[in-house]
């Protein structure tokens, strides 16, 4: 069985690799090729940090579950079969470690008495765009995990719903079905304030 | 999407804002990640290296609760002899009183 070479990693980026494709980098790092993974990551890390920003707000949420998703495409490289391109894998991984991210602050406010920041819908012809995303993710803070992934993939990133059922393993019914709800509960949170 | 829905020009316009900008987060993170990975490859050897380094607890345990077990044997033999002893002294003494009967 294929075991990521952990102890040895080391994320340089090679400037032999710097002109290479992606299909050979892939090769090199499914190899255990520390610098090939290195020179994956600096490629893709952009895409993931700005995934994983629609779902924590803090800098050390973000840079932690930027890592983990890093660390799980390194242990499971092993496991990409190239049916796919890389992106699309990494970003399953980045989906579901958003996914279990949610859920781990989900059980954790259950603990904590977390205040409900409340949202006040916009006038959306004189917000700003960053205004509007503001409240938006605000609103959507206030979902439950199932929810909030689908309709962040779908409203902010531009998924389409075939999209997000590759992206989160879920059918596409209950893609759409989890859509619905969630926007209907969206809008009870938005337009109740 | 459906244009009739009352968020959707919300949704639009959050659309245009992007994402957020996480350069400044980015730099140094293949460091960071370096290291995280070293010391997740450390942990696992330590966990890997524990149950061997905790053997001898494990062999002087088993020899304390061997030798616990045979010391309560022990007892156990001396007590039964010793209330059985006591019932045959009991049994004579009320004989010999004549209670017995």
Not at chain 1, 15 to 40: V, Y
Not at chain 1, 137 to 160: D, I, M, Q
Not at chain 1, 166 to 179: D, H, I, M, Y
Not at chain 2, 20 to 29: K, L, M, P, V, Y
Request: charged fraction near 25%; charge should be neutral.
């Amino acid at each position: 069985m294929w075991r990521a070479p952990m102890a040895t990693i080391s994320l340089d980026l090679g400037a032999h690799l710097s002109s290479m494709p992606d299909e050979t980098t892939l090769h090199l790092a499914r190899n255990g090729d520390e610098t090939a993974f290195g020179h994956l990551v600096a490629q893709h890390k952009g895409r993931v940090f700005a995934l994983v920003a629609r779902f924590a707000r803090e800098a050390h949420q973000i840079d932690d579950l930027a890592q983990e998703v890093f660390i799980r495409a390194w242990q499971r490289l092993g496991q990409y079969r190239e049916e796919a391109p890389f992106e699309h894998w990494l970003s399953r991984i980045a989906v579901h470690a958003c996914y279990d991210f949610l859920r781990r602050q989900r059980r954790w406010s259950l603990f904590r008495s977390v205040p409900i920041e409340s949202v006040d819908l916009p006038d959306t012809d004189r917000a700003s765009a960053l205004e509007a995303r503001e409240v938006v993710e605000k609103a959507l803070a206030r979902l439950k995990p199932k929810e909030r992934l689908v309709l962040t993939l779908f409203e902010l990133e531009g998924h389409s719903v075939r999209e997000i059922a590759a992206l989160t393993g879920w059918s596409e019914a209950n893609v759409k079905t989890r859509a619905s709800r969630a926007r209907a509960e969206l809008k009870k949170i938005l337009l109740s304030s | 999407m459906n244009h009739d829905d009352p968020l959707a020009p919300l949704f639009a316009k959050a659309r245009d804002a992007g994402p957020h900008d996480t350069a400044s987060q980015q730099f140094g993170f293949e460091t960071r990640l370096s290291a995280r990975l070293r010391q997740r490859e450390k942990t696992s050897e330590l966990l890997v290296l524990w149950p061997w380094r905790l053997l001898p607890v494990f062999a002087v345990l088993t020899l304390m609760l061997t030798w616990g077990f045979w010391q309560q044997q022990e007892t156990n033999l001396d007590l039964q002899s010793a209330v059985e002893e006591y019932s045959e002294e009991w049994a004579y003494v009320e004989a010999l009183s004549g209670r017995y009967l």
